[in-house]
Protein backbone atom coordinates (compact mmCIF):
# COMPACT_ATOMS: atom_id res chain seq x y z
CA UNK A 1 0.00 0.00 0.00
CA UNK A 2 1.18 3.51 -0.99
CA UNK A 3 1.70 5.51 1.62
CA UNK A 4 0.57 9.27 -0.04
CA UNK A 5 2.13 10.83 3.02
CA UNK A 6 5.46 10.02 2.02
CA UNK A 7 5.42 11.46 -1.51
CA UNK A 8 6.91 14.57 -2.03
CA UNK A 9 5.72 17.08 -4.99
CA UNK A 10 8.22 17.90 -7.26
CA UNK A 11 7.86 21.21 -9.70
CA UNK A 12 7.91 20.83 -13.32
CA UNK A 13 9.62 23.42 -15.23
CA UNK A 14 8.62 24.01 -18.54
CA UNK A 15 10.62 24.66 -21.83
CA UNK A 16 9.96 27.91 -23.42
CA UNK A 17 8.82 25.46 -26.80
CA UNK A 18 6.37 24.02 -24.77
CA UNK A 19 3.94 27.05 -24.15
CA UNK A 20 5.25 29.35 -26.97
CA UNK A 21 5.87 28.87 -30.76
CA UNK A 22 8.24 30.67 -32.47
CA UNK A 23 8.73 32.01 -36.61
CA UNK A 24 10.03 34.78 -38.47
CA UNK A 25 8.04 37.69 -39.50
CA UNK A 26 10.13 37.04 -42.91
CA UNK A 27 11.19 33.59 -43.70
CA UNK A 28 13.54 35.02 -46.26
CA UNK A 29 15.78 37.42 -43.75
CA UNK A 30 15.54 35.60 -40.46
CA UNK A 31 15.15 38.92 -38.24
CA UNK A 32 12.50 39.79 -36.07
CA UNK A 33 11.40 36.77 -33.86
CA UNK A 34 7.79 36.50 -33.46
CA UNK A 35 7.01 34.56 -30.13
CA UNK A 36 3.11 33.45 -29.54
CA UNK A 37 1.44 31.20 -26.63
CA UNK A 38 0.14 27.94 -27.54
CA UNK A 39 -2.29 27.76 -24.83
CA UNK A 40 -5.20 30.22 -24.15
CA UNK A 41 -4.67 32.65 -21.28
CA UNK A 42 -0.89 31.94 -20.71
CA UNK A 43 0.39 34.48 -18.60
CA UNK A 44 2.97 36.75 -20.43
CA UNK A 45 5.02 38.58 -16.94
CA UNK A 46 4.88 35.12 -14.90
CA UNK A 47 6.05 33.26 -18.03
CA UNK A 48 8.90 35.52 -18.95
CA UNK A 49 10.09 35.55 -15.27
CA UNK A 50 10.41 31.79 -15.82
CA UNK A 51 11.95 32.15 -19.02
CA UNK A 52 14.22 34.95 -18.99
CA UNK A 53 17.69 33.65 -19.76
CA UNK A 54 15.90 32.60 -22.84
CA UNK A 55 14.60 35.26 -23.72
CA UNK A 56 17.91 37.19 -23.30
CA UNK A 57 19.38 34.34 -25.38
CA UNK A 58 16.98 34.89 -28.35
CA UNK A 59 17.37 38.49 -27.96
CA UNK A 60 20.77 38.41 -28.19
CA UNK A 61 21.47 35.82 -31.23
CA UNK A 62 18.04 38.22 -32.94
CA UNK A 63 18.40 41.29 -32.01
CA UNK A 64 14.75 42.08 -32.20
CA UNK A 65 11.93 40.34 -30.59
CA UNK A 66 8.27 40.61 -31.33
CA UNK A 67 5.67 39.20 -28.77
CA UNK A 68 2.39 38.25 -30.19
CA UNK A 69 -1.18 37.48 -29.00
CA UNK A 70 -0.77 37.59 -25.10
CA UNK A 71 -3.24 38.81 -22.92
CA UNK A 72 -1.56 42.05 -21.54
CA UNK A 73 -4.07 44.61 -20.46
CA UNK A 74 -2.23 47.97 -19.53
CA UNK A 75 0.77 50.03 -19.58
CA UNK A 76 1.16 49.07 -15.59
CA UNK A 77 1.20 45.03 -17.02
CA UNK A 78 3.74 46.11 -19.76
CA UNK A 79 5.90 47.81 -17.09
CA UNK A 80 5.49 44.58 -14.93
CA UNK A 81 6.65 42.63 -17.84
CA UNK A 82 9.88 44.40 -18.51
CA UNK A 83 10.83 44.40 -15.37
CA UNK A 84 10.28 40.55 -15.10
CA UNK A 85 13.49 40.53 -17.90
CA UNK A 86 15.61 43.75 -17.23
CA UNK A 87 14.76 44.80 -13.78
CA UNK A 88 14.20 48.67 -13.07
CA UNK A 89 13.10 50.41 -15.89
CA UNK A 90 15.21 53.84 -17.44
CA UNK A 91 13.97 57.45 -16.80
CA UNK A 92 14.01 59.21 -20.14
CA UNK A 93 17.14 61.66 -19.37
CA UNK A 94 18.88 64.18 -21.75
CA UNK A 95 15.75 63.92 -24.45
CA UNK A 96 15.73 64.58 -27.72
CA UNK A 97 12.12 64.26 -28.80
CA UNK A 98 9.13 65.27 -27.24
CA UNK A 99 7.28 62.30 -25.08
CA UNK A 100 4.93 62.35 -22.32
CA UNK A 101 4.94 59.86 -19.11
CA UNK A 102 2.24 57.69 -18.85
CA UNK A 103 2.84 55.46 -15.91
CA UNK A 104 5.94 54.44 -13.30
CA UNK A 105 8.52 55.07 -16.11
CA UNK A 106 6.55 54.09 -19.41
CA UNK A 107 6.43 56.92 -21.78
CA UNK A 108 4.55 57.72 -25.06
CA UNK A 109 6.78 57.22 -27.60
CA UNK A 110 7.65 60.24 -29.67
CA UNK A 111 5.22 62.44 -30.35
CA UNK A 112 6.32 63.94 -33.40
CA UNK A 113 3.53 65.09 -36.52
CA UNK A 114 1.46 62.16 -37.75
CA UNK A 115 2.35 63.01 -41.40
CA UNK A 116 6.15 63.21 -39.94
CA UNK A 117 8.71 60.61 -40.67
CA UNK A 118 10.80 59.45 -38.14
CA UNK A 119 14.20 58.04 -40.06
CA UNK A 120 15.54 54.73 -38.04
CA UNK A 121 17.84 55.30 -35.37
CA UNK A 122 19.46 53.64 -31.86
CA UNK A 123 17.72 55.14 -28.89
CA UNK A 124 20.25 57.76 -27.57
CA UNK A 125 23.11 57.16 -29.31
CA UNK A 126 23.26 60.83 -30.34
CA UNK A 127 24.93 60.23 -26.30
CA UNK A 128 27.30 58.09 -24.51
CA UNK A 129 25.21 56.35 -22.24
CA UNK A 130 22.03 54.71 -23.37
CA UNK A 131 19.50 52.12 -22.70
CA UNK A 132 20.76 48.68 -23.61
CA UNK A 133 16.93 47.05 -24.01
CA UNK A 134 13.65 49.06 -25.71
CA UNK A 135 10.28 47.94 -25.77
CA UNK A 136 7.28 49.31 -27.63
CA UNK A 137 3.67 48.14 -26.95
CA UNK A 138 1.09 48.90 -29.01
CA UNK A 139 -2.20 50.00 -27.21
CA UNK A 140 -4.27 50.99 -30.24
CA UNK A 141 -2.94 50.65 -34.26
CA UNK A 142 -3.45 53.58 -36.72
CA UNK A 143 -6.03 53.76 -39.17
CA UNK A 144 -3.53 53.25 -41.73
CA UNK A 145 0.44 52.92 -41.63
CA UNK A 146 2.25 54.56 -38.65
CA UNK A 147 4.68 51.34 -38.44
CA UNK A 148 7.46 51.07 -36.63
CA UNK A 149 10.32 49.74 -39.23
CA UNK A 150 13.52 48.24 -37.41
CA UNK A 151 17.20 47.61 -39.23
CA UNK A 152 20.23 45.64 -38.39
CA UNK A 153 22.68 47.92 -37.16
CA UNK A 154 25.60 45.14 -37.91
CA UNK A 155 24.38 45.02 -42.00
CA UNK A 156 24.08 49.02 -41.74
CA UNK A 157 27.68 49.25 -40.91
CA UNK A 158 28.86 46.94 -43.14
CA UNK A 159 26.78 48.29 -46.17
CA UNK A 160 28.99 51.67 -45.58
CA UNK A 161 31.51 52.28 -47.77
CA UNK A 162 34.82 52.16 -45.82
CA UNK A 163 36.05 55.70 -46.68
CA UNK A 164 33.00 56.94 -44.71
CA UNK A 165 33.41 54.48 -42.09
CA UNK A 166 37.11 55.37 -41.24
CA UNK A 167 36.55 59.15 -41.39
CA UNK A 168 33.55 58.68 -38.83
CA UNK A 169 35.62 56.17 -37.11
CA UNK A 170 38.51 58.65 -36.50
CA UNK A 171 36.82 62.19 -36.46
CA UNK A 172 33.40 60.55 -34.19
CA UNK A 173 30.86 62.97 -34.30
CA UNK A 174 29.79 66.44 -32.29
CA UNK A 175 26.64 66.99 -31.93
CA UNK A 176 25.88 70.84 -31.62
CA UNK A 177 22.17 72.05 -29.91
CA UNK A 178 20.82 75.18 -29.33
CA UNK A 179 18.17 75.38 -26.37
CA UNK A 180 15.55 78.06 -25.88
CA UNK A 181 15.05 80.13 -29.01
CA UNK A 182 11.12 78.00 -29.05
CA UNK A 183 12.08 76.28 -31.96
CA UNK A 184 13.17 72.95 -30.63
CA UNK A 185 12.74 71.30 -27.07
CA UNK A 186 13.42 73.59 -24.42
CA UNK A 187 16.55 72.96 -21.67
CA UNK A 188 14.09 71.98 -18.86
CA UNK A 189 12.35 69.59 -20.70
CA UNK A 190 15.62 68.04 -22.25
CA UNK A 191 17.29 67.81 -18.76
CA UNK A 192 14.24 67.49 -16.80
CA UNK A 193 14.99 70.26 -14.36
CA UNK A 194 14.44 74.19 -13.94
CA UNK A 195 17.27 74.34 -12.33
CA UNK A 196 20.33 76.29 -14.19
CA UNK A 197 23.06 74.01 -11.80
CA UNK A 198 21.80 70.83 -11.98
CA UNK A 199 22.37 70.93 -16.05
CA UNK A 200 25.61 72.49 -15.38
CA UNK A 201 26.40 69.08 -13.02
CA UNK A 202 24.78 66.97 -15.36
CA UNK A 203 27.00 68.20 -18.44
CA UNK A 204 30.11 67.76 -16.35
CA UNK A 205 29.70 64.09 -15.49
CA UNK A 206 28.66 63.31 -19.28
CA UNK A 207 31.09 65.48 -21.15
CA UNK A 208 29.44 68.20 -22.57
CA UNK A 209 30.34 71.19 -22.99
CA UNK A 210 28.01 74.16 -22.67
CA UNK A 211 27.28 78.04 -22.59
CA UNK A 212 24.55 80.23 -21.18
CA UNK A 213 24.16 82.90 -23.58
CA UNK A 214 20.95 84.06 -21.77
CA UNK A 215 19.63 82.84 -18.99
CA UNK A 216 17.17 80.57 -21.07
CA UNK A 217 19.55 80.70 -24.30
CA UNK A 218 21.77 77.43 -24.05
CA UNK A 219 24.45 75.98 -26.72
CA UNK A 220 25.61 72.35 -25.60
CA UNK A 221 27.87 70.70 -27.51
CA UNK A 222 29.08 66.87 -27.23
CA UNK A 223 31.84 64.42 -29.38
CA UNK A 224 30.43 61.13 -29.42
CA UNK A 225 30.95 57.49 -30.87
CA UNK A 226 29.98 56.69 -34.49
CA UNK A 227 30.74 53.29 -34.56
CA UNK A 228 30.59 50.96 -31.51
CA UNK A 229 31.14 47.29 -30.48
CA UNK A 230 28.47 45.23 -28.47
CA UNK A 231 29.67 44.73 -25.10
CA UNK A 232 28.23 40.61 -25.28
CA UNK A 233 28.56 39.84 -28.61
CA UNK A 234 31.71 42.04 -30.10
CA UNK A 235 30.13 42.90 -33.43
CA UNK A 236 30.89 46.10 -34.65
CA UNK A 237 27.47 48.60 -35.14
CA UNK A 238 26.28 51.91 -36.93
CA UNK A 239 25.70 53.85 -33.65
CA UNK A 240 24.87 57.50 -33.75
CA UNK A 241 22.11 59.93 -34.98
CA UNK A 242 24.29 61.98 -37.32
CA UNK A 243 21.71 61.47 -39.60
CA UNK A 244 18.99 62.60 -37.26
CA UNK A 245 20.76 65.78 -36.10
CA UNK A 246 22.39 66.77 -39.60
CA UNK A 247 20.45 70.08 -41.09
CA UNK A 248 19.73 68.14 -44.15
CA UNK A 249 17.11 65.95 -42.06
CA UNK A 250 14.67 68.77 -42.21
CA UNK A 251 12.52 69.29 -44.47
CA UNK A 252 13.44 71.73 -47.01
CA UNK A 253 10.93 74.76 -46.75
CA UNK A 254 12.04 73.96 -42.43
CA UNK A 255 15.27 74.17 -43.36
CA UNK A 256 15.34 77.40 -45.51
CA UNK A 257 13.18 79.16 -43.69
CA UNK A 258 15.38 78.79 -40.56
CA UNK A 259 18.65 79.23 -42.65
CA UNK A 260 17.05 83.13 -43.84
CA UNK A 261 16.76 83.81 -40.16
CA UNK A 262 20.25 82.72 -38.48
CA UNK A 263 23.40 81.11 -39.63
CA UNK A 264 23.43 77.19 -39.74
CA UNK A 265 25.76 76.87 -36.27
CA UNK A 266 22.73 78.68 -34.56
CA UNK A 267 19.86 76.03 -35.82
CA UNK A 268 18.45 74.28 -32.79
CA UNK A 269 20.48 70.83 -33.85
CA UNK A 270 23.12 69.70 -35.95
CA UNK A 271 25.72 67.41 -36.44
CA UNK A 272 29.43 67.97 -37.72
CA UNK A 273 32.49 66.00 -37.62
CA UNK A 274 34.38 65.93 -34.37
CA UNK A 275 36.70 68.15 -35.85
CA UNK A 276 33.71 70.83 -36.09
CA UNK A 277 33.92 70.89 -39.73
CA UNK A 278 30.32 70.10 -41.53
CA UNK A 279 29.47 66.76 -42.54
CA UNK A 280 28.38 66.44 -46.45
CA UNK A 281 24.89 66.75 -47.61
CA UNK A 282 25.75 63.21 -49.62
CA UNK A 283 26.92 61.35 -47.04
CA UNK A 284 24.21 61.65 -44.87
CA UNK A 285 21.95 60.53 -47.75
CA UNK A 286 23.57 57.99 -48.23
CA UNK A 287 23.27 56.30 -44.34
CA UNK A 288 19.26 57.23 -44.77
CA UNK A 289 19.84 55.18 -48.30
CA UNK A 290 21.40 52.36 -46.76
CA UNK A 291 18.68 52.47 -43.71
CA UNK A 292 15.64 52.22 -46.04
CA UNK A 293 17.51 49.57 -48.00
CA UNK A 294 17.64 47.39 -44.18
CA UNK A 295 14.57 48.63 -43.07
CA UNK A 296 11.85 45.65 -41.82
CA UNK A 297 8.67 46.38 -41.15
CA UNK A 298 5.63 44.84 -40.41
CA UNK A 299 1.71 45.84 -39.19
CA UNK A 300 1.05 46.61 -35.18
CA UNK A 301 -1.55 44.51 -33.77
CA UNK A 302 -3.23 45.41 -30.29
CA UNK A 303 -1.39 44.30 -27.98
CA UNK A 304 1.75 43.57 -29.95
CA UNK A 305 5.39 43.94 -28.14
CA UNK A 306 8.42 44.46 -29.90
CA UNK A 307 11.21 44.27 -27.84
CA UNK A 308 15.14 45.14 -29.26
CA UNK A 309 18.65 45.18 -28.63
CA UNK A 310 18.89 48.98 -28.60
CA UNK A 311 22.89 48.52 -30.01
CA UNK A 312 21.97 45.92 -32.57
CA UNK A 313 17.97 46.98 -33.57
CA UNK A 314 17.81 50.58 -34.27
CA UNK A 315 13.94 51.51 -34.64
CA UNK A 316 12.14 54.33 -36.61
CA UNK A 317 8.37 55.50 -37.38
CA UNK A 318 6.41 55.73 -40.24
CA UNK A 319 3.47 58.34 -41.03
CA UNK A 320 0.46 57.41 -40.44
CA UNK A 321 -3.37 58.30 -40.97
CA UNK A 322 -5.85 58.32 -37.85
CA UNK A 323 -5.09 58.20 -34.22
CA UNK A 324 -2.06 55.59 -32.58
CA UNK A 325 -0.85 55.05 -29.37
CA UNK A 326 2.51 53.08 -28.71
CA UNK A 327 4.22 53.06 -25.82
CA UNK A 328 7.65 52.97 -25.33
CA UNK A 329 9.77 51.01 -21.69
CA UNK A 330 13.67 51.31 -21.60
CA UNK A 331 16.10 49.68 -19.50
Known sequence: MINLKSIKRKSIELAPENLTKTEFINSDQRSLLVIQPKV??????????????????????????????????????????????????????????PRTLVNGKIYTSTEYPAEQFIPLHNEMSYA??????????????????????????????????????ERFIDQQIMYVRNYGRGLDLDWQNVFQTNKQSVVESYCCQAGIEFKWVTENHLITSQICQAVATHPITKEILWFNQAHLFHISNLPFKIRESLLSMMPEQDLPRN????????????????????????AITFTWQVGDILMLDNMLFAHGRNPFVGSRKVLVGMA
Open 271 to 294: AFYGDGTPIENSIIEEINDIYRQE
Open 128 to 165: RNWAMKIWFYCVKPAQKSGETPIADSRKVFKKISPQIR
Open 40 to 97: AELDLINWATNNRSWIENELLKYGALLFRSFQLNNQTEFEQFIQAISGELLDYSYRST
